[in-house]
């Protein structure tokens, strides 16, 4: 299965009723970037995770709606597919890296910057809850201008990285470590 | 002890002489005070007849060393009292007992002449001197020079000080100057202290006892020069002023150099060494020297080679006589054809070329101006080919790993070479390495649950 993504009429604005709908999708509000992040400021964490995640299986629903059998799909179809899905909500570009056994996202050009990266990585988590049912926690190994990466793990595996991470452990050398040991 | 003989005799004549004169009578008002030496001439004597016969010098008594002097011995300027008269002395005492008088009674007088020879006559009565008392009246005539040792001669008034009570308190301190003054005491007291064997003369003492007489001088000087005649030189020199030591034996082996033969020497440079000795070798040169025989063969001339001379050359000759052309290209040098070893040498070539076997004749030298001539090749007569470069080398490769060299070995040879060569080996790998690849997940959904399993053990 190797179908791309094509964006050609993913939205659509209807100037008459004031609505911009999305294709094989509900209605989209397009609101400004700093009032969004304001929103996730003020609100509870759980609560932008919540916003995250909402996000994120939508993102998955149109996903698995346009791949068919996402479980069986390759990583570079994931990655057009729900990349395209992200950037088409303008959330940035997402990026796969592996890293041995890890798996690790990654967004670039985000317009949210720092502030949204609890909210980027909620996305995340519910892309991988709507595509492939699995419960899976994003954990930001580290963030520069342009990008942050998250490493997606399940509970374990994310609290012992959490923990090296708060302690000032290079997230190579988290990496490297939780390699290790899940070889051992 | 000369000396006081000599004062002795001094005194005596002076005392005969005095006897001649008229004699007075002096007040002892006007004088109450006087040296103490004023008496011999205020006493009337009869003449005075040496009693030569009755004592000799030798016979008489004199102690050359005073006594030693009270402890605190202070300066006594003693007021002069006339001496009382005695019981059977009259002016005219008797000029022996004021000769025998001690000049100087400050200091315990010792056994006098009369106690010494048992003699009746009481000497006259020696005024004791008692400290100076300042607040006495010391107006009269004082005697300075009291403690010195030389008897004082007769005072004129010029010697005679008039003092009074604050001049005398103004004099030196008695004891600083008795001190200073007495050396004899303190030589009395060094020899008193001194150890009975300080007698002899110390060894590092180079003075030796002044000799009484000429004849003892005599006896000295001859022993000295005794002694200085056996003596041995010691090696060491001896630390100034300690006197002579005794030369120490040297150890058995060790003896001072010995002296250098001065007639040898004195031959030695008188004769030059290019004189009569260097024309005469001496034995060891005669034994080392070789006499050489003279060369034999044709003599060596240079001759001028006038046949390879360019004509060219020839004419720009220079007209001086020191000048020489270098000769043309032409002319390679070399040796002489009849140029023979001498026989000694032949001899031991012969035998060299016994032992090798070659009789034949050496090839003639070459110079080295020209270029080496061919050497045909040699009859091989030996069981061993020479290392000749093969004219055929063929590599047979059955492979790509293994080749072997034949080398075709001269016809000549009796014993052909054994070649050996490893057995052919086909291709096959000799190594194999391995890329270990982690194995990519084919799907997105093996990636995720191999990154979700990460962490927990």
Redesign the interface.
């Known amino acids: 299965m190797s179908l791309n993504f094509d964006p050609s009429y993913a939205l659509e604005f209807d100037f008459g009723r004031g609505q911009i709908r999305m294709a094989n999708a509900s209605e989209r509000v397009i609101v400004p970037c700093d009032a969004l992040l304001a929103l996730c400021q003020g609100a509870s964490e759980d609560a932008v995770r919540d916003f995250g995640r909402r996000l994120g299986t939508e993102a998955g629903r149109v996903m698995n709606d346009r791949l068919g059998e996402?479980?069986?799909?390759?990583?570079e179809?994931?990655?057009e597919h729900l990349g395209g899905e992200l950037a088409l909500m303008g959330l940035g570009s997402l990026g796969l890296e592996?890293w041995?056994?890890?798996?690790v996202l990654s967004f670039s050009h985000s317009p949210l910057g720092w502030a949204g990266d609890l909210l980027l990585g909620s996305v995340l988590e519910g892309a991988?809850q709507r595509s492939?049912g699995?419960d899976?926690v994003a954990v930001k190994l580290m963030r520069d201008d342009q990008k942050v990466r998250f490493?997606?793990?399940?509970h374990?595996?994310?609290?012992?990285?959490s923990s090296w991470l708060a302690e000032g452990v290079p997230w190579g050398d988290v990496l490297s470590r939780?390699?290790t040991?899940?070889v051992s | 002890m000369n000396q006081e003989v000599n004062k002795l005799q001094e005194l005596l004549a002076r005392v005969q002489r005095n006897a001649a004169l008229p004699r007075t009578l002096v007040s002892a008002p006007e004088s109450s005070a006087r040296v103490e030496e004023a008496p011999v001439a205020a006493y009337t004597a009869p003449a005075y007849i040496a009693p030569v016969a009755e004592f000799t010098e030798e016979e008489m008594f004199f102690e050359s060393e005073p006594p030693p002097p009270p402890a605190p011995a202070p300066v006594y300027v003693r007021e002069f009292t006339p001496p009382p008269p005695a019981p059977g002395a009259s002016l005219d005492a008797s000029v022996d007992e004021l000769l025998l008088e001690d000049p100087f009674p400050s200091m315990p007088p010792g056994p006098s002449y009369n106690e010494v020879l048992e003699d009746p006559v009481r000497p006259a009565s020696v005024p004791t001197a008692r400290p100076l008392d300042h607040e006495d009246d010391v107006s009269g005539v004082v005697a300075i020079s009291e403690f010195t040792e030389e008897q004082p001669e007769e005072l004129l008034e010029d010697d005679i000080v008039e003092m009074t009570a604050t001049e005398a308190a103004a004099l030196p301190t008695p004891n600083n100057t008795l001190d200073e003054l007495n050396f004899d005491d303190d030589e009395l007291d060094a020899k008193r202290s001194a150890p009975p064997q300080s007698d002899e003369a110390p060894v590092s003492s180079s003075r030796s006892k002044i000799a009484g007489t000429m004849d003892e001088a005599l006896a000295r000087a001859a022993e000295q020069i005794q002694l200085e005649e056996g003596r041995e030189v010691p090696l060491k020199t001896p630390p100034p002023e300690s006197g002579p030591q005794a030369a120490v034996a040297l150890p058995a082996g060790i003896h001072a150099p010995l002296s250098p033969d001065i007639e040898e020497l004195l031959e030695a440079d008188i004769m030059p060494t290019g004189g009569v000795r260097a024309a005469v070798p001496t034995a060891e040169q005669l034994g080392q020297t070789i006499d050489l025989e003279e060369a034999r063969g044709p003599s060596l001339e240079l001759d001028h080679p006038t046949a390879s001379q360019p004509e060219s050359l020839q004419e720009d000759l220079p007209t001086e006589e020191l000048e020489v052309t270098l000769p043309g290209r032409e002319f390679g040098g070399g040796y002489q054809d009849d140029l023979m070893p001498p026989p000694e040498a032949r001899q031991e070539l012969d035998a060299h070329r016994q032992r090798v076997g070659d009789d034949s004749a050496p090839p003639p030298p070459e110079s080295l101006g020209q270029y080496p001539s061919q050497q045909p090749a040699a009859a091989y007569s030996g069981g061993f080919a020479p290392v000749i470069v093969p004219s055929n080398v063929t590599t047979d490769s059955y492979s790509e790993s293994v080749s072997t060299v034949t080398v075709d070995a001269p016809p000549n040879a009796e014993f052909a070479p054994e070649l050996l060569a490893r057995p052919d080996i086909g291709p096959s790998p000799v190594a194999k390495f391995i890329r270990v690849e982690?194995p990519?997940?084919?799907?997105?959904?093996e990636?995720?649950?191999?990154?979700?399993?990460?962490?927990?053990?």
């Open positions: 996402a479980w069986q799909a390759s990583l179809t994931v990655l592996r041995g056994q890890a798996l991988m492939f699995r899976t490493l997606l793990a399940g374990a595996g994310a609290s012992k990285a939780l390699a040991r899940g | 982690a990519r997940p084919k799907t997105f959904m990636l995720l649950d191999s990154s979700l399993a990460l962490g927990s053990d």
